[in-house]
């Protein structure tokens, strides 16, 4: 989860969600649920919906419970996967309770974006497929953020802008894909699992991209990689770092001297400080017992003398405050 090998395991997750989404789109094509068919079409001319529709009738309503089933399984294997690969990122114990959360609340809004979307398009308010489509993904992409940002590190605002331009640039190349192959099951295999990449890589792109700053994990050196910390510390929490597993910053290899509770780390007036609970060397010097010291970037941090455990603490703010 390093350098290139972070980027292109979110890449490989993104087509292992948009796999798993064309996947559940064809089972349930499979199944032939007639009952749900039958449930949009009630839903339309309760909403009155059936009227104003473009071509009149119920005629378009098998393809708006399509476009929700797609949205869906789409919504459903993309979260799960891409959820997955955020939670083995992390250096906290994985969780998949937060991975099937996502996951759910990601089935659930993707329905409604798909379902807003056909609204917009045979409602009338924008009949060109080509804008409709965009506008539908553009939403869909904002709500995949919001929703991968729900009990991670990815702050909300990044997960928005990188959902947004990955999911435009993803439907873009899905829609220049339908002009290449008459086959339309082809075309919508190849094009989940192309758009599951765009979004996986993308998101990752911009996120890393904006966050302001992180750990760098450098020994032990099978576990090094990168933790975001820009997320919580601004939301005006302490993180603690030790074996305890609930640190967010967890040290889950053996190292005797670390402590379950060994330091915090805050977020005030511009800086990060360190709170050492237990022996905390900053540049090869001791730090003050429970007293707040203020990092700069390129600080290393070892976990005591006889410690193995040692991060860089990674600045990437274009402009540094001077502590007071």
Not at 309 to 317: A, L, M, N, P
């Given at each position: 989860m390093k350098g290139i090998f972070r980027q292109l395991n979110w890449l490989w997750f993104g087509l292992l969600g948009g796999f798993i989404g064309w996947l559940l789109f064809a089972v349930f094509k499979l199944l032939n649920f007639t009952w749900y068919y039958k449930l949009y079409t009630n839903i339309a001319n309760q909403i009155g919906l059936a009227e104003t529709s473009a071509g009149g009738g119920l005629a378009n309503f098998d393809s708006m419970a399509d476009d929700t089933v797609l949205g869906i399984a789409f919504g459903a294997g993309l979260c799960f996967a891409l959820a997955w690969v955020e939670e083995r990122g992390q250096p906290r114990q994985l969780s998949w309770g937060r991975i099937m959360l996502r996951t759910a609340l990601g089935t659930v809004v993707s329905a409604m974006v798909f379902l807003l979307g056909f609204s917009i398009q045979f409602g009338g308010l924008v009949e060109n497929p080509l804008f409709s489509g965009l506008i539908t993904w553009a939403l869909f992409g904002v709500a995949i953020g919001i929703v991968l940002s729900v009990g991670s590190s990815i702050a909300i605002s990044r997960a928005v802008l990188g959902g947004l331009i990955a999911a435009v640039i993803a439907y873009l190349a899905y829609y220049g894909l339908s002009f290449l192959t008459t086959d339309f099951g082809l075309a919508r295999l190849i094009g989940f699992v192309l758009m599951g990449g765009i979004l996986g890589a993308m998101l990752n792109t911009v996120i890393s991209a904006l966050e302001d700053f992180e750990l760098e994990y450098l020994s032990p050196s099978q576990y090094r990689g990168t933790n975001p910390i820009s997320k919580w510390l601004k939301a005006g929490l302490e993180i603690t770092v030790g074996k305890e597993?609930?640190?967010?910053?967890?040290?889950?290899?053996?190292?005797e001297s670390v402590e379950p509770r060994h330091a915090k780390l805050s977020f005030f007036n511009g800086v990060v400080y360190i709170e050492p609970l237990a022996e905390t060397l900053r540049k090869g010097f001791m730090l003050p017992m429970n007293k707040k010291t203020p990092l700069k970037n390129g600080d290393i941090i070892q976990l005591g003398r006889a410690s193995i455990?040692?991060?860089?603490?990674?600045?990437?703010?274009k402009t540094q405050e001077t502590p007071a």
């Open positions: 597993p609930g640190s967010y910053v967890y040290v889950k290899w053996d190292d455990t040692k991060f860089k603490y990674v600045e990437k703010r």
